[in-house]
T-cell receptor, first 114, second 113 residues
Framework: DADVTQTPRNRITKTGKRIMLECSQTKGHDRMYWYRQDPGLGLRLIYYSFDVKDINKGEISDGYSVSRQAQAKFSLSLESAIPNQTALYFC?????????????FGPGTRLLVL | QQQVKQSPQSLIVQKGGISIINCAYENTAFDYFPWYQQFPGKGPALLIAIRPDVSEKKEGRFTISFNKSAKQFSLHIMDSQPGDSATYFCAAKRSNAGNMLTFGGGTRLMVKP
């Protein structure tokens, strides 16, 4: 979905390096999320933010940090990358309406940590 | 441990056949159950969703069946087409926990022509 963009799309880095993955959205949504996808494990929530001043840890936040620079921007950092952080990373947004909540995903960033 | 368990991990179906993917959950506080579809190189996208006050929801060839007492729900794809080949994720949400989605492990579906 072009409304949610992620950069870079692919990244190769070395163990111990700090890297940042960026997410931008034009949907005007307040809520933003970072997930990682691993085969057989589905999508697991790393961090989420309900607005610029509200950031929360998800299921697997160890080794990651985030920054919500603006309503439209949410960045994920790996302070010191390790090989088991090799995964597909997705950013998502949502705008709570009614009793359900649709999340809109970006195209993903494929990260390889050597 | 996964709170939402999905099976099978992979599925091959002939064109025109029925694809069935199953999910089971543990937390009875879950109150919204969506299915997401993901094509290669793309992010997941909402396909269909159900709430526990109904036992079935149908949208075109896609149907969710929900069994509250068994804590199970399933996706049925009727008249499966090669274009349905994708990875499917079930998920669950509980409103009293910030509306967070918990995803199943995913099912890779291949529909053969």
């Amino acid at each position: 979905d072009a409304d949610v963009t992620q950069t870079p799309r692919n990244r190769i880095t070395k163990t111990g390096k700090r890297i940042m993955l960026e997410c931008s959205q034009t949907k005007g949504h307040d809520r933003m999320y970072w997930y990682r996808q691993d085969p057989g494990l589905g999508l697991r929530l790393i961090y989420y933010s309900f607005d610029v001043k509200d950031i929360n840890k998800g299921e697997i936040s160890d080794g990651y940090s985030v920054s919500r620079q603006a309503q439209a921007k949410f960045s994920l950092s790996l302070e010191s990358a390790i090989p088991n952080q090799t995964a597909l990373y997705f950013c998502a947004t949502s705008d709570f309406r009614g009793a359900g909540e649709t999340q809109y995903f970006g195209p993903g960033t494929r990260l390889l940590v050597l | 441990q996964q709170q939402v368990k999905q099976s099978p991990q992979s599925l091959i179906v002939q064109k025109g056949g029925i694809s069935i993917i199953n999910c089971a959950y543990e937390n009875t506080a879950f109150d919204y159950f969506p299915w997401y579809q993901q094509f290669p190189g793309k992010g997941p996208a909402l396909l269909i969703a159900i709430r526990p006050d109904v036992s079935e929801k149908k949208e075109g060839r896609f149907t969710i069946s929900f069994n509250k007492s068994a804590k199970q729900f399933s996706l049925h794809i009727m008249d499966s087409q090669p274009g349905d080949s994708a990875t499917y994720f079930c998920a669950a949400k509980r409103s009293n926990a910030g509306n967070m989605l918990t995803f199943g492990g995913g099912t890779r579906l291949m529909v053969k022509p």
